[in-house]
């Protein structure tokens, strides 16, 4: 087996280019599935089981980082290289982005893992992300990160409902017309008058739901020209299986507690 001592840099840059990114995809990966498996809870209404996945959920991001730092630790003693290798690893490391699916987290992953083993003084943007490498315009994610909706062409009462039936919950909504409507007119207390649509005017919604206690949330922003207006939908569920639309969070203090 080939060591560190007989390693080149370079070689011993992409490897540990290559744990760090293993270590993000274990990540992303066990975190898709936990999802899923807090939405099968939702769904049935086991919400003691939902209360303790939420729980670990929470800890999932540090356990990876930490995972992935003791690994790097125990291949190639990253304690005793010299800092300045860093700048070889995020080169290698961008290149590795180049087809990722997730590049802008896989990022952010690796500045929370090389800032656990760098010392201070090399926290810079020669080794770290300050701005994203890739441009992710044209990436599409599989699943998509988030949905854009354009409420110009359908509509925004079709375009609400829409959005409500694409997160395919299992759980008929009780009334999803009554539902749309009163969003609709919340969300037009809301906004500005006169609310004028600018060319970009869209909606985008993350692609799955977050799950807090009993409640899932629809997160969301409406961009219009410049202007950006975020905002939670909470669906609960009754009883009989059925779901509905409890409230909206517009406001920036509300959604920062939830969050």
């Known amino acids: 087996m080939t060591t560190v001592a007989t390693q080149t840099q370079e070689d011993l840059a992409f490897l540990i280019a290559q744990g760090t990114l293993d270590g993000f995809n274990r990540h992303y990966r066990l975190f898709r599935e936990t999802s899923r498996y807090a939405r099968s809870l939702f769904e049935a209404g086991q919400w003691a ?36 290798i860093w700048q070889q690893v995020k080169l290698h490391y961008i290149g590795l982005l180049t087809n990722h699916r997730q590049p802008e987290l896989a990022e952010s992953f690796f500045n929370s893992v090389s800032c656990r083993i760098l010392h201070r003084s090399y926290y810079h943007n020669d080794f770290l992300f300050v701005r ?60 500005p008058r006169p609310f004028v649509l600018e060319a970009n005017h ?26 950006q207006y975020a905002f939670a ?27």
């Open 233 to 259: 939908v909470a669906i609960l569920r009754n009883d009989d299986g059925s779901i509905y639309l409890d409230t909206v969070l517009l406001d920036f203090e509300r959604l920062s507690i939830l969050f």
């Open 132 to 191: 994203p490498a890739l441009s992710t315009e044209h990436i599409d994610s599989d699943p998509p990160t988030y949905r854009s909706y354009y409420p110009a062409r359908d509509g925004l009462r079709a375009t609400i409902s829409r959005i409500l039936r694409d997160f395919g919950l299992r759980n008929p909504f009780r009334d999803l017309h009554r539902d749309t409507r009163w969003l609709l007119r919340a969300l037009r207390d809301h906004l």
């Open 49 to 84: 089981e939902i209360q303790r996945v939420s729980r670990e959920r929470i800890q999932f991001y540090e356990r990876r980082v930490t995972e992935t730092v003791e690994y790097l630790q125990r291949r190639f003693n990253t304690d005793r290289l010299p800092d300045a």
């Open 202 to 227: 869209q909606i985008q919604v993350l692609s799955a739901l977050v799950f807090r206690n009993k409640g899932a949330y629809a997160i969301g922003r409406i961009i219009n020209g410049s202007q």
